[in-house]
């Protein structure tokens, strides 16, 4: 999870979605990062008709396929890839791997979508509750946001999936705890946001016009903090699918038979020798999936930033000046 406070300085408009949008388009490898992730969760969303497609699923075991003298090594190259199964079986059990590892990119990416969302609505909220809440709840909040950033996400995620019953449903529980973990960065920006905006005129304006604290903050301020918040979010993504996968690489976050990268890598540990492609297709499907985000949420700060848009204005200026003197 980033660990930087990232603030967007309200010392110009928000960019309009058209010049939003061509930002990223100058940049070759954001468009490659999001062609990625868009594949990726196409064929999520589409797992089941693409497993149909394969005649197979993720969950179906498949005796026949591995070889039980060599201790469930799969039979034949390639992890026992072959018309029937693309990308092989999975050693020990036989099940389908390329069914497994679209399932599991759908468990992925919902873990990780759903706790960014949660450290989103929890960040915002507190951080408007302390800036606008008067001293007293600024530095009350101030300080219980200090202390979520200081505390280790990762260990106290290990120790509160560990008590929670074991009937519980896991991504929901890994959501939740996520979530819950990973909002004091979120806060922090809003807060050093809204104390900026506060002194603005449109702000000023809104008041003298009658509208309360609450009213301010949600016609006035939270469209403003929206290019913050994003780009926050986007960098967010990336450290939850990896926070995913290590709590079910440990096996305390999903647990089988749900397939998850995390799960398949720690059973995989065992397997490299035998099977490498057990190995290598859900670390580099978790590799290719972490880049990608942040790469994209990289571009998205950079489309959002007013001050690297102006920067970027002034550079062409200059670059159109010596190529027309």
């Given at each position: 999870?980033?660990t930087h406070?990232t603030?967007?300085?309200?010392?110009?408009?928000?960019?309009?979605?058209?010049?939003v949008?061509?930002?990223?388009?100058?940049?070759?490898?954001a468009?490659?990062?999001?062609?990625?992730?868009?594949?990726?969760?196409?064929?999520a969303l589409?797992?089941?008709l693409?497993?149909?497609?394969?005649?197979?699923?993720?969950?179906?075991?498949?005796?026949?396929?591995?070889d039980s003298?060599?201790?469930?090594?799969?039979?034949?190259?390639?992890?026992?890839?072959g018309?029937?199964?693309?990308?092989?079986?999975?050693p020990?059990?036989?099940?389908?791997?390329?069914?497994r590892l679209?399932?599991?990119?759908?468990?992925?990416?919902?873990?990780?979508?759903?706790?960014?969302?949660?450290?989103?609505?929890a960040?915002?909220?507190?951080?408007?509750?302390?800036?606008?809440?008067?001293?007293?709840a600024?530095?009350?909040?101030?300080?219980?946001?200090?202390v979520?950033v200081?505390?280790?996400a990762?260990?106290?995620a290990?120790?509160l999936?560990?008590?929670?019953?074991?009937?519980f449903?896991?991504?929901?529980?890994?959501?939740l705890?996520?979530?819950?973990?990973?909002?004091?960065?979120v806060?922090?920006?809003?807060?050093?946001?809204?104390?900026?905006?506060k002194?603005?005129?449109?702000?000023?304006?809104?008041?003298?016009?009658?509208?309360?604290?609450?009213?301010?903050?949600?016609?006035?301020l939270?469209?403003?903090?929206?290019?913050?918040?994003?780009?926050?979010?986007?960098?967010l993504?990336?450290?939850?699918?990896?926070?995913e996968?290590?709590?079910?690489?440990?096996?305390?976050g999903?647990?089988?038979p749900?397939?998850?990268w995390?799960?398949?890598?720690?059973?995989?540990?065992?397997?490299f020798?035998?099977d490498?492609?057990?190995?290598?297709?859900?670390?580099?499907?978790?590799l290719?999936?972490?880049l990608?985000?942040?790469?994209?949420?990289d571009?998205v700060?950079?489309?959002?930033?007013?001050?690297?848009?102006?920067?970027?204005?002034?550079?062409?200026g200059?670059?159109?000046?010596?190529?027309?003197?």
């Open positions: 999870m980033p406070d603030v967007v300085a309200p010392t110009a408009p928000p960019p309009g979605a058209r010049a949008w061509r930002r990223p388009r100058g940049r070759p490898a468009l490659a990062a999001g062609a990625v992730l868009a594949a990726l969760v196409a064929a589409a797992a089941p693409l497993t149909a497609a394969a005649g197979q699923d993720p969950y179906t075991y498949h005796d026949d396929l591995i003298a060599s201790g469930g090594a799969p039979v034949g190259a390639f992890g026992g890839a018309a029937d199964h693309w990308l092989g079986v999975e020990g059990t036989g099940r389908d791997l390329f069914a679209l399932y599991g990119a759908r468990v992925s990416l919902l873990v990780a979508v759903g706790a960014t969302a949660v450290q989103v609505a960040g915002v909220a507190v951080g408007l509750a302390a800036a606008l809440g008067g001293r007293w600024d530095h009350l909040l101030g300080r219980v946001t200090d979520m200081a505390l280790p990762l260990v106290l290990i120790a999936t560990t008590v929670v019953p074991p009937d449903p896991r991504p929901l529980l890994l959501v705890v996520l979530g819950a973990l990973g909002w004091g960065g806060s922090r920006v809003v807060r050093a946001q809204t104390l900026a905006l002194g603005l005129d449109f702000v000023a304006a809104a008041r003298l016009g009658g509208a309360g604290r609450w009213r301010v903050a949600r016609r006035e939270l469209p403003s903090l929206a290019a913050p918040v994003i780009t926050y979010a986007a960098l993504l990336p450290g939850n699918i990896v926070a996968a290590s709590l079910s690489f440990l096996g305390i999903v647990r089988p749900t397939p998850s995390g799960q398949m890598l720690s059973t995989a540990s065992t397997w020798r035998a490498p492609m057990y190995v290598l297709l859900p670390s580099g499907l978790l290719v999936t972490v990608a985000f942040t790469v994209l949420g571009a700060r950079a489309a959002l930033d007013p001050r690297g848009a102006s920067r970027l204005g002034r550079d062409a200059r670059a159109g000046k010596r190529r027309n003197p």
